[in-house]
């Protein structure tokens, strides 16, 4: 059976940047930067990028172009043992699918509220209460029942997800890239054409970019900007091999992942600008100091970005137009994420696009409508601790471990070079042996002593150790279980 293949080059790059682009390049980096030294992030930022996110990127490229193959398919072939890493890598992907579409959910239903400013008054007392209906006895573990105004969203949202990849490669998922990236581009930029010319967004910006050095010498900031730069570009969880295994014969590999690197930290730091100028307008408006305005995360779309809307001129302009971008940046990844778990599916069980289509996506709405419920935030908060922190920095130390210790790193070097326009030197095999392993080694290493120390969010120790922890053993014994299956010929 012929592999499906990209339409065009622009296709496969825009699909690959739509992954990469985020909820969390908008909400995340933002603040990243703040907490960690304003302008000065962007120097351990950029040498993470040039260290880690780019040698990465053409990695993951080059092995999924060379091996023609879903993630695990990918490692088996670089050594036979490790193809229950690639099935590890497809469950984050999965697990990542299921509780990413309830973030897309909320931001569908904003969309709406904010034609009328429907949060009211005090937008955080309405998304916590109102609107996600949390209370007071409810935990990761005691979800209370389905909430509807958010599961029908997120139905819609897996809906346009399954078209794209029922329709395969060409036809649904380059489409769809093709219309989501220029509209996210234009729509963050015609937002930020109007914020940074309100009054007080020049503070907001200034504080942004500021540069606080003292903080370079602070390992923890190193930390976060390596952990950035995984977080935001879908390495190391099944999507890029994926995508790239797509790729023709004839593919400029090194320029594709650069250009790809390049436009997902270029769109942050956008994200930046216009979340910063928002601030220091609504800082301004409440007579505030700027430091009282930021949240993290969550409450930084859903409750801090509503309560500079209502501040806006034409909200009802405004608002609609941040959120969809939102929808249009949460639709593009998840999308890349259910292919990533549709591909594997396909060549290890040997099914049509059509059948895997409909069985991860429909077993996937099952299971997301927990995200759904009265707890579903306290639920997403620590699966996406455990996910993001440990499970996916694990796979990409161990990925990094066999590519570059235990496989020729020089192959996969070579196969990169005799394609692309550019040649890649023995920068990329010292970043892929030594730099990046080294990063992610501290980094996890850290994690992992805080979270088994200090534990996570003041949760209880039982729902840690069931959801937390718990989750991640499963997520191993499923990978080891399914690797054990022989594939199926075609």
Known sequence: MKREQWGSRAGFVLAAVGSAIGLGNIWRFPYMAYENGGGAFFIPYLIAMLTAGIPFMILEFTMGHKFRGSAPKTLAKINSKFEWLGWF?????????????????????????????????????????EYLQLGGDN?????????????IPMIAAWAITFSAIYSGVKGGIERAGKIMMPILFIMVLALIGRMVFLPGAVDGLNYLFQPDFSKLTDP?????????MFFTLSVGF????????????????????????????GFSILAGVLIFSVLGYMAQEQAKPLTDVVSAGVGLAFVTIPAAINLLPAPYILGPLFFLALVVAGLSSHISILEAVTSAFMDK???????????????GLLVSLSFATNGGLLLLDLVDYFINN????????????LVGWLFKIADIRQHANDISDFSIGIWFELCIRFITPIMIAIILGNKIVDTLNEGYGGYAMSDLLLLGWGLLALMLVIAITVNAKKTKEA
Not at 240 to 255: C, F, G, Q, R
Not at 349 to 363: D, E, T
Not at 390 to 399: D, F, G, H, P, Y
Request: glycine residues 8%.
């Open 238 to 265: 099944a999507i890029m091999l994926a995508y790239s295994s797509y790729l023709p014969e004839k593919s400029d590999i090194s320029n594709n992942a650069l250009m790809t690197v390049l436009i997902n930290c």
């Open 139 to 151: 935990s990761p573990s005691k979800l209370g029942g389905i909430q509807w105004h958010i599961a």
């Open 89 to 129: 890598q497809v469950m984050i992907a999965a697990v990542i699918g299921v509780y990413y579409v309830a973030i897309i959910g909320w931001a569908i239903s904003y969309t709406g509220l904010a034609v009328t400013q429907g949060w009211g008054s005090d937008p955080n007392a309405y998304f916590f209460g």
């Open 349 to 363: 069980l040997k099914w049509s696009r059509k059948k895997a289509a409909s069985i991860v996506c429909g077993v």
């Open 390 to 401: 440990l499970a996916l920095l694990t796979s990409c130390l161990i990925e990094l471990l």
């Open 220 to 228: 923890s900031v190193w930390s976060a900007a390596y952990g950035q």
